[in-house]
């Protein structure tokens, strides 16, 4: 199976366009939230999105809520919304969990679970398949602009717990692009740009 994984847009549309074209001749696109920016313009890149023909697992960043990026979606036949739920395609087990794990200093608009809230979302991951998160286990993928770790512990025990064969993640800017290992599982902190994987 041919993967193509992204995270964090932010209404960038030409990052956008670019990840209609490299999606052309894969066979599952994954992205790991932050289409918009403070629950604002989700739109602005899902209209673009939406000419992905080939399934789309996508969970929501905590730029926008599980319902806004449902609604954002409605028009996009092959995109499957998940948080706290999974689907299977092709015979691979998806699982995804959205938003800013642990919670963020950003405010109210933030889309946030508390560490105790994503485990329990996290409590059906199935093991074996890929895990989309927005947020990335805690100390893998994690660092931001600052050097400090700011991944989940709820990520990183289910990691561990049911060793997804792949985390896709996003949320830490300054960690885009990089790949780690826990056990077995490959994590990878997706970025803008576009990632493909051979799964």
């Not at 691979?92 to 679970?113: A, H, M, Q, R």
């Not at 927005?134 to 990691?159: I, Q």
Request: proline share 5%.
């Amino acid at each position: 199976m041919k993967l193509l994984l992204f995270s964090d847009l932010h209404c960038d549309v030409t990052a956008a366009e670019k990840l209609v074209e490299a999606a052309r001749d894969v066979d599952v696109v994954i992205g790991a939230g932050d289409f918009g920016n403070s629950r604002r313009r989700l739109n602005v890149c899902l209209d673009v999105l939406q000419a992905i023909a080939c399934p789309a697992v996508l969970v929501p960043g905590n730029n926008e809520s599980y319902d806004e990026l449902v609604a954002g979606c409605s028009g996009w036949k092959s995109a499957h919304v998940l948080h706290g739920s999974g689907v299977t395609i092709n015979g691979i087990s998806f699982f995804g969990i959205g938003g800013g794990v642990p919670v963020t200093p950003f405010g109210d608009w933030s889309f946030d679970f508390s560490e105790e809230q994503a485990a329990e979302l996290l409590a059906d991951c199935p093991s074996g398949g890929i895990l989309v998160s927005h947020s990335p286990p805690r100390g893998f993928v994690d660092v931001a602009s600052n050097k400090k770790h700011l991944g989940s512990r709820a990520v990183l025990a289910a990691v561990e717990r049911v060793q997804p064969a792949l985390v896709v993640c996003g949320h830490i800017h300054g960690s885009a692009g990089q790949q780690a290992k826990i056990g077995s599982t490959t994590v990878i902190n997706a970025g803008p740009m576009g990632i493909r994987r051979d799964f």
